[in-house]
């Protein structure tokens, strides 16, 4: 049976730095999990390709399909791992490519970062779409970022399901939602927690209460 992408989508983005390497990592998923995270995209872009098929199996064992798993850029390492499916960069392996590793019942999202690359992406057959950076954030501090008017411009443009990713946090992840997103991505307002489940929790309720 095809995964299927849930309505509101609280996708948690992992780190291994900041969990104290792959068990606290794997502990770490879990908690956010039962808190309300129903996407994990496993992005460990250092980790040989056994290695993150590897750790893709152990994340799907502790997951025990309460959230859905997706790799980020090795379709292979999905496949293998037992993922659900593949997170592909812009630039990067063509959704065709990867629709021959993986099959047609894999869910494929691709990253994109402008309305001219959603639209390719679409075109292309991707089943979702990672809409950034909206804020300024941890990881690209100083980079270009497209706020809540680059989101409701490409989510009234585009098909596609589209996650918004980019400093996103309690205080912000509503006005995402209500710019047409259907879903948040983070990293560290999950990892970055001392309480991860309750702040995967505050999250969820944040996104999951937004009138239509």
Do not use: W
Request: charged share 20%; with cysteine.
């Amino acid at each position: 049976m095809s995964p299927k992408l849930p309505a509101k989508i609280l996708c948690l983005v992992t780190d291994r730095s900041l969990t104290g390497g792959e068990d606290g990592l794997v502990i770490a998923v879990q908690r956010a999990v039962e808190g309300g995270v129903n996407m994990v995209q496993l992005r460990e872009k250092d980790l040989a390709h056994a290695d993150l098929t590897r750790l893709a199996r152990r994340l799907r064992v502790a997951i025990g399909g309460k959230a859905l798993i997706i790799v980020n850029g090795d379709a292979r390492a999905a496949l293998v791992g037992g993922a659900d499916g593949v997170q592909l960069p812009e630039g990067g392996q063509s959704v065709t490519e990867a629709r021959a590793i993986m099959g047609y019942d894999a869910l494929i999202g691709c990253s994109v970062h402008s309305l001219t690359g959603a639209l390719k992406a679409q075109r292309a057959g991707a089943d979702f779409l990672i809409l950034g950076t909206v804020f300024p954030s941890k990881t690209h501090p100083a980079g270009e970022t497209i706020g809540v008017d680059g989101v409701r411009i490409v989510t009234s443009a585009v098909r596609d399901p589209i996650i918004a990713i980019g400093g996103i946090a309690v205080q912000n992840a509503r006005d995402v939602i209500k710019a047409g997103a259907c879903g948040v991505a983070v990293i560290s307002a999950v990892l970055g927690a001392v309480d991860r489940q309750q702040a995967a929790k505050s999250l969820a309720h944040e996104i999951r209460t937004v009138n239509p």
